[in-house]
């Protein structure tokens, strides 16, 4: 018997005006997910991720201990020409023990290519294809998605688009103590995951520690391990990867990030490997929004932000994307909280279907750099076309997946002439 959740959360929300000509729906109750007896040795929860150059991981679970970790996988159905040997684990969180963890990683892989591949020797065949090596490269991001009817909406609409990577900023089983949650997310996002890499970075909801008794990340850590040692970091809570032209990093909004954390230096010193002519984007995630004109997390992000958005403007970040806020919010090029040229483009996307519901309430008037803004969930997609132009567009679920309900070409950077300016500002990074 598993014990149940030691927190209660309240969420008050309050419906304000809405776009005009659009009626908001009304929210969707949790999933329910009836059991379903698997062979014990047969994967469960798969999902892919990353894991360095032309490599990916390849991550499940088995209720059998004795199924080794292994995947095999060929470009042909059921020809597995290579085999990979990974690591397993598993965790305890009070009366909870999980399943056999497997991480396995496989490679080196042809960009842009469909392999077939099997998990632990036995059970179902699965598809994945990696991603471009060049331009053009999509990315689907959603954040704060949770495990509700609109959770599923979301996921459908994205597997109507065609996208090569998913970033999620955040917040992924809102499991919240209830360690099955993270069993039955893991079961709901397979079909998706199983098939293009899933890059993450925690949220508040992934934070479940019990004073003296269990650790912070203890669940997220096991089961969504990023490439992080391949990045140069000491922890799966903050990495950097390169796909196609671009240079993503990834940072966590609950681990320290002042200027004499580990994060903050390791930040400074992964910034310094970018080189913009081999990635030309530069793109960053996390959880807590720094520029957010909701009244929902008012101010959770400015100590972050003060010790790093120096950073990132110094290197020319083109776009930040976050969550927590559950709504979507586009900002124009921002800097010090006004609008800048040379500033990133700050998008809020934690709208992917959470339980607690729609963040309706705004700060009035809008402020200048705020461009977008609205309750609903959905899901947005980033086509970076070539190195100076990508297109971003954001989704509601309730529109079919080709309506776009904010549309906006963003130039980079490095095409603007801003980095050039900012060559004085270099200190900063040295």
Request: net charge neutral; aromatic share 8%; glycine share 2%.
């Given at each position: 018997m598993e014990l149940k959740s030691v927190l209660l959360i309240v969420v008050l929300t309050t419906a304000v005006t809405v776009t005009a000509g659009y009626v908001r729906p009304k929210p969707r109750e949790l999933l329910h997910f009836?059991?379903?007896?698997?062979?014990?040795?047969?994967?469960?929860?798969?999902?892919?991720?990353?894991?360095?150059?032309?490599?990916?991981?390849?991550?499940?679970?088995?209720?059998?201990?004795?199924?080794?970790?292994?995947?095999?996988?060929g470009t042909s159905p059921g020809k597995y020409i290579s085999i990979a040997q990974g690591e397993s684990s598993f965790y305890r969180y009070l009366l909870y023990k999980s399943g056999k963890i497997h991480h396995t990683v496989i490679g080196p892989l042809q960009p842009k290519t469909v392999y077939f591949y099997r998990c632990g020797g036995q059970g179902p065949e699965f598809q994945l294809k990696t991603p471009p090596s060049e331009f053009p490269i999509t990315f689907a991001v959603a954040g704060d998605l949770g495990q509700t009817g609109w959770t599923k909406s979301t996921l459908d609409h994205i597997d109507l688009c065609k996208y090569d990577v998913h970033l999620l900023p955040g917040d992924l089983s809102y499991a919240d103590y209830i360690q099955s949650r993270w069993d039955t997310f893991g079961e709901l996002v397979q079909p998706l995951s199983s098939a293009r890499p899933w890059m993450v970075t925690q949220g508040n909801h992934e934070e479940e520690s019990i004073l003296g008794l269990e650790d912070a990340f203890k669940s997220y850590n096991s089961r969504w391990k990023m490439p992080y040692e391949e990045s140069g970091s000491s922890s799966n809570l903050y990495y950097s990867f390169e796909v196609a032209g671009v240079h993503l990093i990834m940072l966590g909004s609950y681990t320290d990030y002042d200027q004499y954390s580990d994060q903050y230096n390791w930040l400074k010193a992964d910034l310094l490997k970018v080189d913009r002519k081999r990635t030309p984007w530069l793109l960053v995630l996390f959880h807590v929004p720094w520029y957010n004109s909701n009244m929902a997390h008012q101010g959770e992000g400015d100590s972050m932000m003060e010790a790093m958005e120096p950073l990132l403007y110094a290197a020319g970040a083109d776009a930040v994307f976050a969550g927590h806020v559950h709504a979507y919010e586009r900002s124009r090029r921002v800097y010090a909280g006004r609008s800048d040229p040379c500033g990133a483009v700050h998008i809020t996307i934690g709208d992917g279907g959470n339980s607690e519901g729609l963040a309706h309430r705004y700060v009035y008037p809008q402020p200048d750099w705020s461009v977008f803004r609205e309750a609903s969930f959905g899901h947005g997609e980033l086509k970076i076309v070539n190195s100076t132009h990508a297109l971003w567009s954001w989704h509601r679920n309730d529109d079919d997946e080709p309506v776009r309900s904010d549309q906006v070409w963003i130039t980079s950077l490095v095409s603007s002439g801003c980095l050039s300016k900012k060559k004085h500002e270099s200190t900063l990074l040295g």
């Open positions: 009836p059991w379903n007896s698997k062979p014990s040795s047969h994967p469960q929860q798969v999902h892919i991720s990353l894991a360095g150059d032309r490599h990916m991981r390849v991550t499940w679970i088995t209720d059998d201990k004795s199924t080794p970790s292994i995947v095999e996988y």
